[in-house]
């Protein structure tokens, strides 16, 4: 099974419409992270969070919002989805203390909006 | 801020060729470097690291040298096989305002033909 799963695999949906991505892990690791990848621009970060008190934005998180349930489960939420938001997500985790800066990645999610 | 430049892709090879794929960064600091790498379809999984300056990373024939004298990180392989096709990401890792996040360049696609 894999370590950091995310659902949906896929989205299509139309501008406007409230979207919510998941994402959970079973490394056991703090750290959760949210990226979008954009043909050409690699990797930006959205959202992370160190542990589940603690959320911070990263460089484009305009737009989005997040939620952590728990230390295994970080949601990311459109709130009010356009076009230019037609990206491939990914969810990352890492652990605390020595190690943290490796990052582990999940599937990714293809969102289209319309 | 911290940054990460790589050569645009793609590159393409003949099975059996050497591979470099440039990586030059700008960071404050002492960041830890990394090369991620992409397959269809899939999320980024970590290929290597280095902590600390002349620190070699290595795996699965792949190689690269933290050189802090030049601020680059280049990817190398002796000989690339077909399935070493994919797109690999260069990243640092560094404290911002007391986090630890990534920085990842745009990417470079490789395309191995037999």
């Known amino acids: 099974d894999a370590d950091v799963t995310q659902t949906p695999r896929n989205r299509i949906t139309k501008t406007g419409k409230r979207i919510m991505l998941e994402c959970s892990q079973t490394?056991?690791?703090?750290?959760m992270y949210w990226y979008r990848q954009d043909p050409g621009l690699g990797l930006r970060l959205i959202y992370y969070?160190?542990?589940?008190?603690?959320?911070n934005k990263g460089e484009i998180s305009d737009g989005y919002s997040v939620s952590r349930q728990a230390q295994a489960k970080f949601s990311l939420s459109l709130e009010s989805a356009i076009p230019n938001q037609t990206a491939l997500y990914f969810c990352?985790?890492?652990?605390?203390?020595?190690?943290?800066?490796?990052?582990?990645f999940g599937p990714g999610t293809r969102l289209t909006v319309l | 801020g911290n940054s990460v430049t790589q050569m645009e892709g793609p590159v393409t090879l003949s099975e059996e060729a050497f591979l470099t794929i440039n990586c030059t960064y700008t960071?404050?600091?002492?960041?830890?470097l990394f090369w991620y790498v992409q397959y269809p379809g899939e999320g980024l999984q970590l290929l290597l690291k280095?902590?600390?300056?002349?620190d070699k990373g290595s795996n699965k024939g792949f190689e690269a040298t933290y050189r802090k004298e030049t601020t680059s990180f280049h990817l190398e392989k002796g000989s690339v096989q077909v399935s070493d096709s994919a797109v690999y990401f260069c990243?640092?890792?560094?404290?911002?305002?007391?986090?630890?996040?990534?920085?990842f360049g745009k990417g470079t696609m490789l395309l191995v033909s037999p």
């Open positions: 969070s160190f542990d589940v008190k603690d959320i």
């Open positions: 490394k056991g690791h703090d750290r």
């Open positions: 990352a985790t890492s652990e605390s203390g020595p190690g943290g800066d490796t990052q582990y």
């Open positions: 960071a404050t600091g002492y960041p830890s």
């Open positions: 280095a902590t600390k300056a002349d």
């Open positions: 990243a640092l890792s560094a404290l911002n305002s007391g986090y630890s996040t990534l920085t």
